[in-house]
C-alpha cells in the first residue's frame, strides 16, 4: 500500500534521524532535491516569490499562485512537500481554506505563521505579529480545518523573537502545540543558547531554519539533532546557488560560449527533466 504525502511525512518524523529538508522553487529544484535522495522538501515563499515573480518574499504572491506553484510542485515529486501558507491570507476562514486547499494542492504540510499581514521573510527587516489572541485563532482554524477531513499537517511558526523576545516566542509556540499544531517552529533565534532553549522548553517536533547570511547560526544537522531538532531547513540554498551560477553563465556569455565545466551535460539535462521516462512510456502507445 501506498502511503499518502501526510503519512510520509509522519514516518519520516518518527525516526529519529534529523531530516536535511533543501527547499524547492517550483517543479524542477523539487525534482532535484528527490534525484538527490533527500526524503523531504518545502516550498519556500522567498524561493518562488523570487522564481515566480522576480519579487521579494513581502506577501506579493496570491493564494492563488502560491495554490498553483504548489500543485504543479507537488505533481512533480513523489517525497512530501511541506507549503508555506503565510498567514492564512485572512481571517480564521481564510486560513480554513488556505488548509483545505493545500491539502487538496498535494501537500503534505502547510505553514501558518503570526506575522501582520503582508508578512515578511523571516530574517528581513519591516516585521512584526499580530497580538496572541489572532495568533491563537490562526492556529485553532487551521487545525479545525484539518481535523475536518483533509489529510495534512499543520506547521506553525511564530516569529515573536523580533519584537518580543524569546520567552514571548516559545510561549506562543507551546500554546500552537496545545491547540494540535504537529510541528512547531521559532524562527529567527540569535544564538546557539536560543536554539537550545526552544528544544528543551517546547514538546513535539520542531525546525529549526538554516539561512545562509541569516540571523540564526548556520550549525550543521547532527549539531541541530543533539539540539533536539527534527527538520532542518534550507530556504535559500538552492534559489541562491541558481543564482550564482546563472550570473556567472551570463558573465562568461558576455566574452563567448559559457565554459563546458560550468554547464550540466546537455544529455544528463535531458535526463533530469525526463525526457527518457517519457519516450520509454511513449513506447506504449506506439502503433507498431
Known sequence: MTLSSPDKLRALLRQEQIITMPCCFDPLSAKLIEQANFPLTFMSGFAASAARLGM??????????????????????????????????????????????FAQAGFAAV?????????????????SVVDRAEAFERIRAAVDARNEGPDILILARTDARHDHGLDEAIARARRFHELGADILFVEAPRDKAEMRRICEELPGPK???????????????NELQHMGFQIAAYPITLIAAAMKAMTAALSDLKRGPVPSDRLMPFDEVKTRIGFDAYF????????Q
Do not use: W
Open 56 to 101: 521579494p518574499d513581502t506577501g506579493l504572491m496570491s493564494y492563488g499562485e502560491v495554490i498553483d506553484q504548489g500543485r504543479n510542485i507537488c505533481n512533480a515529486v513523489d517525497i512530501p512537500v511541506i507549503g508555506d501558507g503565510d498567514t492564512g491570507y485572512g481571517n480564521a476562514m481564510n486560513t480554513k481554506r488556505t488548509v483545505k486547499g
Open 111 to 127: 505553514m501558518i505563521e503570526d506575522q501582520h499581514a503582508p508578512k515578511r521573510c523571516g530574517h528581513t527587516a519591516g516585521k
Open 207 to 221: 525546525m529549526a531554519n538554516m539561512i545562509e547570511g541569516g540571523l540564526t547560526p548556520n550549525l550543521p544537522p
Open 280 to 287: 520509454e512510456a511513449e513506447k506504449d502507445y506506439d502503433n
